[in-house]
């Protein structure tokens, strides 16, 4: 604080003038601002394994609201990741199938390349009929 004449009053404490910029007190200014997956990962597993949110989240420097939703994503994408469906004899009978057509569809583009130049050297004349 300075008084009109830009000078600070007596007895004021030295300050570095970043000191207390708009962080509050008791968090980590060195703390990324961004979270790796691994490090998510591993946050998430503490929590699975039963460690109180509130602990984890002061010990992390995490919201208790950002904590949750990283543990129902991780829940989520397990639950989509198991819900696989078992193979039967159908599966293989359709892929069976779809190669054959895929191999009949390929014949019939090489037989309409090869019909398309065999009459692009020489045309099919035109022949009147001998009656």
Do not use: Q
């Amino acid at each position: 604080m300075t008084n009109d004449e830009g000078r600070k009053p007596e007895g004021t404490p030295e300050r570095s003038p970043k000191a207390g910029a708009g962080v509050p007190s008791g968090v980590d200014v060195n703390w990324p601002k961004r979270n790796s997956v691994r490090r998510k990962l591993a946050v998430v597993a503490r929590l699975l394994r039963g460690e109180p949110l509130e602990l984890v989240a002061r010990e992390t420097n995490v919201t208790v609201a950002k904590l949750t939703e990283w543990r129902d994503r991780a829940l989520s994408g397990a639950a989509t990741s198991l819900k696989e469906r078992e193979r039967d004899d159908r599966d293989d009978e359709i892929a069976r199938l779809k190669s054959k057509v895929g191999e009949i569809t390929m014949d019939n583009e090489l037989l309409y390349a090869k019909i398309a130049a065999m009459e692009g050297k020489r045309p099919f004349a035109h022949r009147r009929s001998r009656r």
